[in-house]
């Protein structure tokens, strides 16, 4: 029986670098706060050029796992960092701008993600992250509090409760789910016709979820959220729709 070859991959130099980096993090032998050698002493060990070198801190850097200090003393260089929320928040944007996700896909995700999380929160949310979201709640219901800043501090609110779920996968999703549709949430709020009444029926609810979560109604404050979700992002659903058959883009 004949041998069948199949082609082998051939991969860029960054790659192999990354790949080498990325053994060492599951090995254990690098771990959250350590930092990497210089670039020049790094370079060779690889057998790279410090292009190539950069190239791969760069990805890392990008998809939050590395953090770099440019300069000289004890706080430069690249550091392995743990901070996938802002990375993970920004690629979703990106694909979702890009077409990869419908607006409806990231609407039934968020769904489900805030559906298990203030079920959860009723459960497990300690009194700091209660006190912390009322907060939010609070400064939310100012009258002249503008789309923007009441946008920033809604979802704060939603990642703060994910928080208290017990779950931090669970809250970065929530954080990149929002993050994803931020502009289409912006635009939306600043063309509502009545700011203040829009601001008063979302905040209300999020005044009765708070009560819900407190009281340990985890089944009502995930049905509420839902309503919560589908009320409001439920209208840029309509809207995406309306504009793809109109030939118009979201």
Request: charged share 25%; aromatic share 4%.
């Amino acid at each position: 029986m004949p041998v069948e070859w199949q082609p082998v991959r051939q991969s860029r130099t960054h790659e192999l670098v990354l790949q080498s980096i990325e053994e060492q993090v599951f090995t254990g032998k690098l771990r959250a706060g350590d930092r990497l050698p210089p670039e020049r002493e790094l370079a060779p060990v690889f057998g790279v050029s410090r292009s190539a070198l950069r190239e791969a801190l760069r990805v890392l850097e990008t998809i939050g796992v590395l953090v770099a200090q440019p300069g000289r003393g004890p706080d430069s260089g690249a550091r392995i960092v743990r901070n996938p929320d802002d990375a993970l928040g920004r690629l979703l944007r990106l694909h979702f701008a890009l077409g990869s996700y419908s607006l409806h896909d990231v609407m039934e995700a968020r769904v489900a993600l805030e559906r298990s999380s203030f079920a959860a929160a009723a459960t497990h949310a300690v009194e700091e992250d209660l006190d912390e979201a009322g907060v939010l709640v609070h400064r939310m219901s100012q009258p002249d509090i503008a789309p923007e800043e009441f946008n920033e501090l809604d979802t704060q609110f939603h990642v703060k409760v994910a928080s208290g779920s017990g779950n931090a996968l669970t809250s970065t999703l929530t954080a990149a789910v929002r993050e994803s549709v931020r502009p289409l949430i912006l635009r939306a709020l600043a063309e509502v016709d009545d700011w203040s009444a829009t601001r008063e029926q979302l905040n209300s609810q999020h005044l009765e979820l708070m009560r819900l979560v407190r009281t340990g109604n985890g089944e009502e404050a995930a049905d509420l959220a839902e309503l919560h979700i589908r009320g409001f992002h439920g209208t840029l659903v309509v809207e995406d729709r309306t504009g793809a058959e109109d030939g118009g883009t979201a």
